[in-house]
């Protein structure tokens, strides 16, 4: 199958859609770290009222401790509003454009009508790095694999003016 192609037919829900946690908007920033070292991922969706408001990263969590912020203070302080989202019918070349564009590693999934996908109820589905990774890895083995060994990656003379 050609790659682009792939890329092009492939649909985010074809992923491995990693499940993340799910926060209000007045969690801690604290509740929103255990939470996600519980998950074993560096990320949660915040929801109210049935929609993506936010998302908060270890990122922003290394931001509030390098500015002394309080752990404390509501998640609201610190996420990302209004992210970037997708759909389970999406492309995976439309979800690697966003990411590209907007220097995301991670994505909400959203249902149609906005609404987080969230197959579990109290985690929602994001697409991220890995998981792209994996797809690419799992379906393009060939492509993937086919580079120089490392030591030929290094220059032998000096290059350059």
Known sequence: MDFWIAL???KVGDLDLRQVPV????ATAREAAEAMRAARH???VVCENGRV????????????????????QPVRDLMTPSPQTVTREDS??????????????????????GAPHCPE????????????????????????YNHAPWKQ????????A
């Open 23 to 26: 926060l209000a908007p007045s």
């Open 42 to 44: 560096g990320s949660a």
């Open 8 to 10: 092009k037919n492939a």
């Open 153 to 160: 990656t290094i220059p032998t003379r000096p290059e350059g």
């Open 53 to 72: 408001v936010g998302i908060v990263t270890e990122r922003d969590w290394l931001q509030l401790l390098h500015g002394r912020g309080d752990p404390e």
């Open 92 to 113: 995976l070349l439309t979800a690697l454009r966003l990411m590209h564009e907007g220097g995301y590693r991670r994505l909400p999934v959203v249902e149609r009508n």
């Open 121 to 144: 109820g109290n985690t929602c589905c994001v697409v991220d790095v890995k998981s792209v990774t994996h797809f690419l890895v799992s379906h393009f083995p060939r492509e993937v």
